[in-house]
């Protein structure tokens, strides 16, 4: 098992920064993947950026140049740096590991592990 916990989220005004911090622990030697994700009210949730274990990153179109995904190995930790935030980035931010192998949940294999979000609010 793999347990996330995000923090680092709050209200800030429009161009201003935040950093997400997500500390990961458990069995990850089937983890391949490390990521953030949000979800908007009323939206689907939506990929932010993630990091692969090479360091090979990838980002949303919406936030390219402004948000920077880090992770630190020593301290099993994921960051994301936002910065330049604009109202329409207002979502809860949701820490992603992605495991090579899957576990049974529900009768089905699930390959993610999330954690319980952290609140966003870029105010205009």
């Known amino acids: 098992q793999v347990r996330l916990v995000e923090s680092g989220g709050g209200l800030v005004q429009t161009g201003g920064s935040l950093r997400l911090s997500c500390s990961v622990s458990?069995?990850?030697?089937?983890?391949?993947?490390l990521g953030w994700y949000r979800q908007a009210p009323g939206k689907q949730r939506e990929l932010v950026a993630t990091?692969?274990?090479?360091?090979?990153?990838k980002y949303a179109d919406s936030v390219k140049g402004r948000f920077t995904i880090s992770r630190d190995n020593a301290k099993n930790t994921v960051a994301l740096q936002m910065n330049s935030l604009k109202p329409e980035d207002t979502a809860v931010y949701y820490c992603?590991?992605?495991?090579?192998?899957?576990?049974?949940?529900?009768?089905?294999?699930?390959?993610?592990?999330w954690g319980q979000g952290t609140q966003v609010t870029v105010s205009s």
């Open positions: 990091r692969t274990e090479g360091g090979s990153t």
């Open positions: 992603n590991a992605h495991s090579a192998v899957p576990r049974i949940v529900e009768g089905r294999y699930e390959y993610n592990y």
């Open positions: 458990g069995s990850m030697f089937s983890i391949n993947l």
